[in-house]
């Protein structure tokens, strides 16, 4: 059995490796380019993996799914997820053409996840990933394997130790691979777009100014640039008036979300009873209610829902899909 394997450099992708490799089958490394430091030291896990390895120009594709789009979304106001677009548009679909070129059934990562019979499903906690897959397509699961479902990443450290992996302890990968500083806000000022100060709206009056909606996203408690003498939150962000709603803790939470390009993995009858991750967090899923329409009612209230971000749709373990925050 032959398997393309997407390989980082980092210490997740080269045990998948070696898991895969002890199951039987033949490897090809596929190292995705999207220009910025990384190909070296997939060159070198390669090497000490004996598996051979392929490089893929994805800078075009990335820019145009992934990095304009995510650009325009924080420029609205948004909170994109960039990882959750890029698996269904970028990685998996690189992935699968080299496969097809390779003659390999299957395609592989390091995420932490399972798939169960061609159903997609958590990984283990904490370390589970499954939310960064709620938007892949039926026909990509269907020839995905995900060695690391079983494992968290303690585990995956200790069993690159035992095979003497020098990434054993290699520090984990950044959060977006073509923002490796994590400053979003440098990003898009970089891109030639650097949105104007504003005002902060609390309570319906102006108590100061902003620096630009590109800073901030709903939620967000810390380095606002504002003391008001209690704790606040973004609550909404408008950018045509240009303004950063602040309110109180109890002012960011609702049992009511829309979404928008809803993708499901599974058959689903609407209304559907499911549990519902916001956000990428290890805390759980509460239950909810999906309509048709993209309306998702939960139990009980969650805290700062993000437009921009993904909301995974649950079975238990098994993913059923996943849209987009309105």
Known sequence: MKAVLGLSGGVDSAVAALLLRDAGYELLGVYLDNGLPGAEAAREAAEALSVPLTVVDIRKELEEQVCA???AAYLRGETPNPCVLCNPLVKFPSLLREADRAGAAYIATGHYARTVGGALCKGRAPNDQSYMLCRLRREQVERLLLPLGEYNKEQVRALARERGLAVAD??????????????????????????????????????????????????????LGIALGQRVYVSGIDSEKNTVTLSDDDEVWTDEIRLRDVS???????????????????????????????????????????????????????????????
């Not at 290890?282 to 999906?290: C, E, I, K, N, Q």
């Not at 009612?297 to 098994?318: H, I």
């Open 69 to 71: 789009p995510f650009a």
């Open 264 to 326: 499901m993995l599974a058959e689903a009858a609407f209304p559907l009873r499911c549990t519902a991750r916001i956000r990428h967090s290890r805390s759980d899923s509460p239950a909810a209610t999906v309509y048709a329409d993209g309306r998702v009612v939960f139990d009980s209230p969650v805290r700062a829902p993000t437009p921009g971000q993904a909301c995974a749709l649950y079975d238990g373990e098994r993913v059923l899909g996943g849209g987009w925050i309105e």
């Open 170 to 223: 290699k520090a984990a990968s950044m959060e977006i691979c073509f923002i490796p500083d994590k400053n979003y806000a440098r990003y898009i000022e970089q891109r030639g777009i650097t949105p104007p100060p504003g005002e902060f709206v609390y309570h319906g009056s102006g108590v100061g100014q902003h620096g630009g909606i590109h800073h901030y996203t709903l939620g967000q408690r810390r380095h």
